[in-house]
């Protein structure tokens, strides 16, 4: 998969898209053999992923996967009914209890993504709208399949057909926006090519790159915003009001350090306080890495090291250690 320097896409969204391809695929397949299988219900923990920014607690991720969890079973319990009486008709009431269902649970992560999409960069909204409007798609084929149930004649067509159509839609246009802004990533302007040139018909003067750093520095320090996964560059230009390629200038060339690395700066200084803040002290490694911005413990650990010189649990143990003979030194 791709990594577009796009917001959360360069972070995030490689996993996230993976998993609401291989959900589409496999719904696509629940339709084709006719299994009945609540795939449906894996959109909304989706949308929930890329809408949360990566900061919700395992509790509540649970609790949202809870709707699959429970009709996946309900499915095993009616495929062996099915099996050890044929002649049941047991289908017609699981499709029934899950469409209904189906609709109350997309009407409430529609809410939520009014809630939160506004707050998102428009390279990321693409996505995400689509996974949004796929749930609406599944919810008005829902509602004609209750219709179907009680027999009302209005719903003529075939709905798991239009439903697969849907599904494959939905997998031609997530890798077509990918390979488009993987394109537009890759087109650099001539003025944003690394090279004695371009760098010199940039022609920005030593008090323009003063102002330039002392308006980044005074971001950093007054905005956490930094702490949001899908922090980049970009963001930062649209911020700041900066063009994103004298940003680009201003740090590979003036400050001689790489965008990611003076970011990662901000970040662990901002992990290093929460550490050694009493009220952090119950949380998780993993839980500051989400705090501080990062969507893996790995690279927050490989930052960390880079900066400290230790790894996140060591400095924790030595405020720990320190804390104790300070304790000890005052009795």
């Known amino acids: 998969m791709p990594i577009v320097k796009y917001g959360i896409i360069e972070k995030s969204f490689p996993w996230l898209v993976k998993a609401f391809i291989l959900s589409v695929l496999l719904d696509i397949a629940n339709i084709v053999l006719q299994l009945n299988l ?13 809408l949360s920014e990566y900061r919700i607690i395992k509790k509540v991720y649970i609790l949202h996967f809870f709707p699959f969890l429970s009709f996946f079973i309900f499915w095993i319990f009616l495929k062996v009914l099915s099996v050890k009486d044929p002649t049941l ?21 529609l809410y939520l993504a009014k809630l939160f999409i506004c707050k998102k960069d428009s390279e990321e909204r693409a996505i995400i709208f689509h996974v949004r409007n796929l749930m609406i798609f599944v919810s008005l084929i829902s509602v004609g399949k209750l219709l179907k149930l009680f027999n009302f004649s209005i719903i003529s067509f075939n709905l798991a057909a239009l439903n697969g159509a849907v599904d494959v839609y939905t997998i031609v246009f997530v890798i077509a926006h990918i390979f488009v802004l993987r394109k537009k990533t890759n087109a650099v302007p001539a003025e944003q090519k690394v090279s004695k040139k371009s760098t010199a018909a940039l022609s920005l003067s030593p008090e323009l790159l003063e102002q330039y750093k002392a308006t980044v520095e005074d971001f950093f320090s007054c905005s956490r915003e930094y702490t949001k996964p899908n922090f980049s560059i970009t963001f930062l230009a649209e911020r700041t009001g900066i063009p994103k390629h004298h940003l680009s200038f201003l740090f590979n060339h003036y400050l001689k350090q790489n965008f990611n690395e003076y970011l990662a700066k901000f970040r662990i200084d901002y992990a290093v306080e929460m550490m050694s803040n009493d009220s952090y002290m119950n ?49």
């Not at 960390?304 to 000890?328: A, G, W």
Request: proline residues 4%; charged residues 15%; glycine residues 6%.
């Open 89 to 109: 008709e047991v289908w017609g009431l699981f499709e029934g209890v899950f469409t209904g269902v189906y609709i109350i649970y997309t009407i409430f992560y």
């Open 283 to 331: 949380m998780t490694i993993e839980s500051i890495a989400f705090e501080c911005g990062y969507s893996s413990a790995t690279t927050f650990n490989k930052w960390f090291k880079f900066f400290m010189h230790c790894l996140p649990n060591e400095f924790i143990k030595d405020l720990n250690h320190i804390s104790k003979v300070e304790s000890t030194t005052r009795l």
């Open 38 to 50: 609540p795939v449906p219900m894996l959109y909304g923990m989706i949308l929930l992923f890329s």
